[in-house]
Structure formats: structure tokens, C-alpha cells
């Protein structure tokens, strides 16, 4: 597969932390979107969430309409984040997918605007954003998995809410292209 380049016009989203150099896992480089409205992604396990998130709207889903069970057959690609409030967020859940493809499990860390990796520091910034617009945002770039050629992935990143309206989690899905 060819490595795709990434133009000028998208690098201004692709902060110190979101490329290979400064990176502990397998991502090569990130670029951050907003999202608003239908949205068409090359994965199918990322549409997948995505639809069943925006079906929702003009709501966002609670947290306990997203039962891991019905959503059995895309799980292995899916995270969880709980929000912990003042910009930190502890990785729930992972799966296997999630892990082959990023090269390290996060479940049980803790992400934070003073955590000790810039990445983990930028990943708090992401989703904090998301808490306070009560949006969807998704990421595209490339993740060098070890032994494999670059590969194209994509995730989106969905808020969950409990019965008050407040964000308690982000659920979330990657897939390659």
C-alpha cells in the first residue's frame, strides 16, 4: 500500500504528539474533524457506529441505550472513555482490534491534560472538545502496525449523555481503509 501524503491544507490540525516521532504506538500521523450532519466513511464498523449515533439525534444517545451486545458484531473495533471531568478520561474498554491495530491496550489509562506523553496530552485536548460541544469529531491517518505495510484508518469519536444531558462517556470505533 502507498503511504499517503499529507497536503498542506489538513496538516494545520496535526499538532507536536500526533505524528510517529513523538508517538509510543503504531499511529504515523492524525488529523482531527469535526463532524456535523451525515457523514460518509470508507470503513464500515466506523459508519456503523456513526449511523447508529446520529440516529439519535436531534438527541444524544444515554450511555445505557449503548449495550455492547447488540453492537457485538463491530466490538472488537469499538473503545470506551468515560469522562472524569476537568479534562481527564480513563479508557475503559478496547478491543482486540483496536489493540492490534494501535500496538499497545489503553484500557485503564488515564488520559489528562498533565499526563507525561504529549500524545496522551492532545488526546485529553480531542476529548474535551467533544464534551463541550456535544459533537462527534473523527480522525483520519496512518497507523504502521509492526511487520505490515502503512495502512489508511479512520475513527469517530461519539459522546454518550445520562439522563441530565451530561457527557459520561465517549464511545468510539477505528477501521482501516
Known amino acids: 500500500m502507498q503511504e499517503k501524503k499529507v497536503n498542506s491544507a489538513v496538516s494545520k490540525d496535526i499538532q507536536a504528539g500526533d505524528i510517529a516521532a513523538d508517538r509510543s504506538d503504531n499511529f504515523d500521523y492524525i488529523v482531527r474533524h469535526f463532524l456535523q450532519g451525515p457523514h460518509f466513511f470508507q470503513s464500515s464498523v466506523v459508519q456503523y457506529l456513526y449511523d447508529w449515533w446520529q440516529g439519535y439525534e436531534p438527541s444524544l444517545p444515554q450511555r445505557k441505550q449503548f449495550d455492547l451486545v447488540e453492537h457485538a458484531a463491530i466490538a472488537p473495533n469499538l473503545f470506551l472513555i468515560k469522562v472524569l471531568g476537568d479534562g481527564r478520561f480513563e479508557y475503559r474498554i478496547n478491543g482486540e482490534e483496536v489493540v492490534s491495530l494501535v500496538g499497545v491496550s489503553l484500557k485503564g489509562e488515564m488520559i489528562s491534560p498533565d499526563h507525561h506523553d504529549i500524545a496522551m496530552v492532545n488526546l485529553a485536548r480531542y476529548y474535551q472538545e467533544i464534551v463541550e460541544k456535544k459533537q462527534a469529531r473523527a480522525c483520519t491517518g496512518n497507523l504502521r502496525p509492526a511487520h505490515m505495510d502503512v495502512l489508511e484508518f479512520e475513527t469517530v469519536d461519539c459522546p454518550l449523555v445520562d439522563k441530565n444531558g451530561n457527557?459520561?462517556?465517549?464511545?468510539?470505533?477505528?477501521?482501516t481503509n
Open 167 to 175: 457527557i459520561t462517556h465517549i464511545v468510539g470505533a477505528i477501521g
